[in-house]
Nanobody
Framework: QVQLVESGGGLVQVGGSRRLSCAAS????????MGWFRQAPGKEREFVAA????????YSTSSVKGRFTISRDNAKNTVYLQMNSLKPEDSAVYFC????????????????????WGQGTQVTVSS
């Protein structure tokens, strides 16, 4: 059983930065693809970014490219999402997911590819 715990959310002003963390336990973290998704009120959960099991193939959705960076530290069993130049439309609950089976790069944005999820952390960007 894999447990994921997100942290780092909070209130931030437009144009500000925030770093989210997702700590994993109970599995072999270094072999998982890790992803970040977000869900705003009244909207579907959407893909934000993902990174392969050895840190390769980091990929992010177009709306956050150039502003958000995903990274991982396998020694700490943690994946990060550095968010810069935040906008009000980035406000959402951010979830991290772990894909414990090997998945292809083309599956990164598919929620069904992820086996475990954290409880989420709220990010609110105020204008």
């Amino acid at each position: 059983q894999v447990q994921l715990v997100e942290s780092g959310g909070g209130l931030v002003q437009v144009g500000g930065s925030r770093r989210l963390s997702c700590a994993a336990s109970g599995g072999t973290f270094s072999t998982y693809t890790m992803g970040w998704f977000r869900q705003a009120p009244g909207k579907e959960r959407e893909f934000v970014a993902a990174v392969g099991w050895i840190g390769g193939n980091p990929y992010s959705t177009s709306s956050v490219k150039g502003r958000f960076t995903i990274s991982r530290d396998n020694a700490k069993n943690t994946v990060y999402l550095q968010m810069n130049s935040l906008k009000p439309e980035d406000s959402a609950v951010y979830f991290c997911g772990a894909a414990t089976r090997r998945i292809y790069f083309t599956d990164y944005a598919d929620q069904n590819a992820y086996d475990y999820w954290g409880q989420g952390t709220q990010v609110t960007v105020s204008s």
